[in-house]
């Protein structure tokens, strides 16, 4: 059998992640997004071309991403009229493009063109969200079974021994994380990410009180990032989920060059929670608020919460 778009008889290109273990090819791949690209994913000023004969319009770059993710090599681009780029793969002596067939007959040159990098992609937030759509519902449909937010939270109290403080402390932090990050319109994998990032976030407590005799931030940060590795290890966890959670705990006290909605989010969750307990004076709040605050909803939160609606 074969098929219509550019390389899909180019060699032998391999699965490379873990996250599906189904031996796919690029050919097995496409077949899999057909019944995923749809309108949603497809570029927003492309959208009026979209169609179900015409699925691939639109769908290139976050496609191109998506296929490195799962055979590893390069993404390139190739310059369209307008000055965007069509993104297309190579691996090794491999090129394949999954999304070649919206150009019908034009004849594409895959020779000598720019690489393209996914920071740079994902700098449009419209862009970054279509992609995780796209990654999240290949996993839901292909993936191995995830660990659940729920059993992390059931593993996390049950390595507490019984510390009713920290339990309480994450559980408060999860809820107003959850309660945030879907208030503020995150996307269904950037909130698993928070939420899981809001449950592990203290996981250096215990160690640190041992170890230093306090839960200094600092110590937290330096010392989260390896037993967050740890607490994971044999479990099925989305690898780039891992490492921004790793990511996160490691900077949860850092509040200086926030990038990421799932990191301010954390940040604001955890002083809502902590202002609590710890007694903050209106002082300190009113500062963190003029200094960390960003998300509506968090400001919100800490104004009516804490300072009377004010």
Request: with cysteine; aromatic share 10%; net charge negative.
């Given at each position: ?147 659940s937010v729920s059993g992390i939270m059931k593993k996390m109290i049950l390595g507490t021994e019984g510390n009713i403080q920290d339990i309480n402390h994450f559980l408060k932090v999860h809820s107003y994380a959850k309660l945030i990050g879907e208030c503020e319109g995150l996307c269904a994998r950037e909130l698993r990410t928070l ?116």
């Amino acid at each position: 059998m074969g098929y219509g778009f550019y390389g899909w008889d180019h060699g032998d290109v391999r699965e490379v992640t873990d996250e599906y273990r189904r031996g796919w090819t690029p050919c097995e791949l496409y077949d899999a997004l057909m019944d995923i690209w749809c309108e949603y994913t497809c570029a927003p000023r492309l959208r009026g071309q979209w169609s179900r004969e015409n699925r691939t319009v639109g769908q290139c770059s976050i496609t191109a991403f998506l296929a490195q993710d799962i055979f590893g090599g390069r993404v390139y681009g190739i310059l369209r009229p307008g000055g965007n780029y069509h993104c297309y793969n190579v691996v090794g002596d491999c090129v394949f493009d999954l999304t070649s067939e919206q150009f019908g007959d034009e004849v594409l040159d895959y020779e000598g063109n720019p690489e393209q990098f996914r920071e740079v992609h994902f700098a449009k937030e419209e862009k970054r969200q279509r992609y995780q759509f796209l990654k999240g519902e290949l996993e839901r449909r292909f993936g191995r079974r995830m660990m659940s937010v729920s059993g992390i939270m059931k593993k996390m109290i049950l390595g507490t021994e019984g510390n009713i403080q920290d339990i309480n402390h994450f559980l408060k932090v999860h809820s107003y994380a959850k309660l945030i990050g879907e208030c503020e319109g995150l996307c269904a994998r950037e909130l698993r990410t928070l939420e899981i990032g809001a449950i592990v976030h203290d996981i250096a407590c215990p160690l640190c009180r041992e170890k230093y005799g306090n839960t200094n931030g600092r110590r937290q940060e330096e010392e989260g990032m390896t037993l967050v590795r740890r607490f994971f290890e044999g479990e099925n966890l989305e690898r780039d989920i891992l490492e921004r959670v790793v990511f996160l705990v490691g900077h949860h006290h850092t509040l200086t060059d926030i990038q990421g909605m799932d990191y301010q989010i954390l940040v604001e969750a955890d002083y809502l929670v902590n202002a609590g307990e710890g007694h903050y004076s209106e002082e300190n709040i009113r500062g963190m608020l003029s200094k960390a605050f960003r998300t509506r909803t968090g400001k919100e939160l800490l104004e009516g919460i804490y300072l009377g609606g004010k």
